[in-house]
């Protein structure tokens, strides 16, 4: 692998080619990296990944955020700063098809501690898999929403799912943004995975870029 295939420049041109190339659409396409390791043994869990980067350029605006409480007064107290509450005593009622159908509509999903054990053991099934079991949330409205705004940035980077796939796929920005704002987003995702794998560099295969509708563009093709 280059050396040099995590530098801003290089990526700019394969994302500059592939949007320059590729057909522009009726909405507003993503883009994505494709990532393929090497050297790797995804069957050991200690070499799958999942953890979360900052984008420097996010391409939400908003996220669709649920909570699991057990405290009445807290869970009044975040209407409006939440967009989906549910009481502990609401979750055993919860069907499998629901959970999943919520897995896809909230991007959010945080709870009271007391709580994560009732979600685990009705809802673990449905959500695990989609990487939304919650994270913990302190019982302060402020800090609350301090956690919901900072998930805007947060991009997920997981091979976790699979045991056989040496691929990530993240989404990295939208046409919108423009090239140098999803080419800084790239160099921080390439670089954090870099920092995560245990060879860095060595154990990257192949890098492409691509959009919702478009081919894959290898990065660094043609240097």
Known sequence: MDKNIAEKQVL??????????????????????????????????????????????????????????????????????????????????????????????????????????????YLGQALSPKGKMPMIAPPNVNAIKNLITSSISQQKVSNKKSKSSVAFQVKIGKRSQGVSAVSDNAVVVIKSLIEKLPNGIQNLHTIYVKSTMSKAIKVGEGK
């Not at 043994?41 to 669709?64: C, F, G, I, M």
């Not at 409480?69 to 009622?93: H, R």
């Open 12 to 121: 700019e041109k394969s994302i500059s080619d592939l949007l320059s190339s590729s057909k522009k659409r009726n909405f507003d396409e993503a883009v994505e990296l494709i990532i393929t390791l090497k050297d790797i043994n995804v069957k050991s869990k200690e070499q799958r990944l999942e953890y979360a980067v900052n984008l420097p350029h996010p391409y939400l605006d908003t996220v669709k955020s649920l909570i699991f409480v057990k405290d009445k007064n807290l869970a009044q107290e975040l209407k409006g700063v939440v967009d989906k509450v549910i009481m502990e005593d609401e979750i055993s009622k919860i069907s499998k098809k629901e959970a999943k159908k919520m897995a896809e509509e909230y991007r959010v999903f945080l709870a009271e501690g007391p709580v994560m054990l009732t979600v685990g053991k």
